[in-house]
């Protein structure tokens, strides 16, 4: 059964950083590539960054790119999100996401498994 849990959000204020991180069980860690989804208030769920199996490949939304850094663990079956210089439009509860579907780290239909998020409040 793969399970998939965040820890890290908060609440911070404009130009301050968080990381995040999200434990994977269940599954063999290092055969699936990661990602992390977010979903403001009113708005669809987006993805915001997404990481392939080996770690060689990566993608990034442009609303984050420069900001925000995806990084994998395979010994401690986790993935990471650093963000930095956080914006108060990063407003959002963030979910960890595994993907199943393929080597593209930025093809939403590949990923078919969600943690159950975390909120990340910015204030200005």
């Known amino acids: 059964q793969v399970q998939l849990q965040e820890s890290g959000g908060g609440l911070v204020q404009a130009g301050n950083s968080l990381r995040l991180s999200c434990a994977a069980s269940?599954?063999?860690?290092?055969?699936?590539?990661m990602g992390w989804f977010r979903r403001a208030p009113g708005r669809e769920r987006e993805l915001v960054v997404g990481?392939?199996?080996?770690?060689?490949?990566?993608y990034y939304a442009d609303s984050v790119n420069g900001r925000f850094t995806i990084s994998r663990d395979s010994a401690k079956n986790t993935v990471y999100l650093q963000m930095n210089s956080l914006k108060p439009e990063d407003t959002a509860v963030y979910y960890c996401?595994?993907?199943?579907?393929?080597?593209?780290?930025?093809?939403?239909?590949?990923?078919?498994?969600w943690g159950q998020g975390t909120q990340v409040t910015v204030s200005s």
């Open positions: 996401a595994l993907n199943t579907g393929g080597s593209a780290a930025g093809y939403v239909p590949n990923y078919n498994y």
């Open positions: 269940g599954l063999t860690f290092n055969t699936y590539g």
């Open positions: 990481i392939s199996w080996r770690g060689s490949s990566t």
